[in-house]
Each structure stands twice: as C-alpha cells, then as structure tokens.
C-alpha cells in the first residue's frame, strides 16, 4: 500500500493558524473515518493527538483539529505556539486490516 | 496508563537476525493491539504489522511479510517483533505501540529501540 502524501514542511508565526494535508485513496482515507495524526518532536516517540478523523485525547490541546473530505484529510493547528514546532503524521487504516502513514509534514514556526 | 517499556539498542551483521521486546508496565495487554511502526535516520514512520497478545494472531505489513515475525507472552505481557535476514536498509528505531484492540489508532507509545545493521 501507497504512503500517504503529505507535504514535506508548513510554516507560520506564533499565534496564526496553519491547516496541511493529507491526500490518500479511496482505499483508505475515503472509504474509512479511521485517520489518525502523532506528533514527534525530534529523538522523541510519536505522540497521538487526533484520532478518528476528529476525535482528540484526553490531555491534547483543543488548538488542535481534525477533518476529511473525499480522499483528503487535513490537520488544524490553530493559535500556533513554540512547542508545536515538530513533525506531524497522518496514518489511515486502509485494505486488509493494515495501516499506512504519510510521509510527514516538518512545522516550523517562524 | 500502560506504559510500553521496550528491550535496548541492538548492532547486528548483515543476514542475522534481531528480536525486540516489548513490555506494558502498570497494567496487561487483555484489551491491546500492539503495533510495530519503524523509523529510518532522519525518515518518516512505517508500519510493520500488529499482534493481538491475548488471541495471538497478527497481521503485516505487505512489505515485510516473510521476513518478520511477531509474537507475545501472556504470562510476562512482552511482545516481540524479530526481523530476519538483516540488510542495512533494516538500520532504523522501532516502536512498538498499544491501542485498543477494536480501534485503529496508538495512543500509548514505547520509547524506540535503535537497531543498527553494519558489516
């Protein structure tokens, strides 16, 4: 199965909003409401911070928000602070009980 | 919450073989999945598969079916992932990584174990 595409870097100032993507098929992202996104701050573990397309854990800030249209999912971070800077991942489950992720989105802020 | 506690960091040759473990503290893997995502240096994450420890059964990734193996104790609540056949595209951090059983994201996460692949 394909990874996810994502694109490779987004940036924004403190305080703005940032949306990016996450472009799959209708194998995966369209036919399933099972998107999920980590964050991994670098020499770090994963961490989950939506699940479900927009579902987020307990303890993960509500600047952060998930959605899906068609074969496209999207991330939200809004109010963007300092330690948002990480790399986010988009992971759908797909055909045959699997699970593929994007290849990652590097945020910057500036 | 269960926490995963993964075994350290492993150098192996070329053509052998590696074997990880995965342990929950505080608590057991009765409802969990436990996942096997790897990252290569400076790469993005890769799923490998998942194993069910109380049924025992397990699904992977097209990509290393063949050539991994994953397995779990009950009786210790360890899961292990054991990749053979080592090239040194295999050099990478592999997570295991807990959810429940019936749902499709990983919500708890074990720190990484760093395998390195060198001749």
């Known amino acids: 199965q394909s990874a996810l595409t994502q694109p490779a870097s987004v940036s924004g100032s403190p305080g703005q909003s940032i949306t990016f993507s996450c472009t799959g098929t209708?194998?995966?992202?369209?036919?399933?409401?099972?998107v999920s996104w980590y964050q991994q701050h670098p020499g770090k573990a994963p961490q989950l911070m939506i699940y479900?397309?927009?579902k987020r854990p307990s303890g993960v800030s509500n600047r952060f928000s998930g959605s899906k249209s068609g074969n496209t999912a999207s991330l939200t971070i809004s109010g963007l602070q300092a330690e948002d800077e990480a790399a986010y991942y988009c992971?759908?489950?797909?055909?045959?009980?699997?699970?593929?992720f994007g290849g990652g989105t590097k945020v910057t802020v500036l | 919450q269960v926490q995963l506690v993964q075994s350290g960091a492993e150098v192996k040759k070329p053509g052998s073989s590696v074997k990880v473990s995965c342990k929950a503290s505080g608590g057991t893997f009765s409802s969990y999945a436990v996942n096997w995502v790897r990252q290569a240096p400076g790469q993005g994450l890769e799923w490998m598969g998942r194993?069910?420890?109380?049924?025992?059964?397990?699904n992977y990734a097209r990509d290393f079916q063949g050539r991994v193996t994953f397995t779990a104790d009950k009786s210790t609540s360890t899961a292990y992932v054991e990749l053979s056949s080592l090239r040194s595209e295999d050099t990478a951090v592999y997570y295991c990584?807990?959810?429940?059983?019936?749902?499709?994201?990983?919500?708890?996460w074990g720190k990484g174990t760093t395998v390195t692949v060198f001749s």
């Open positions: 209708s194998g995966d992202i369209g036919s399933y409401n099972l």
């Open positions: 990584a807990g959810g429940i059983t019936t749902n499709y994201y990983m919500d708890v």
């Open positions: 194993i069910i420890p109380i049924l025992g059964v397990a």
């Open positions: 479900e397309v927009n």
């Open positions: 992971c759908s489950y797909g055909d045959r009980s699997s699970l593929v």
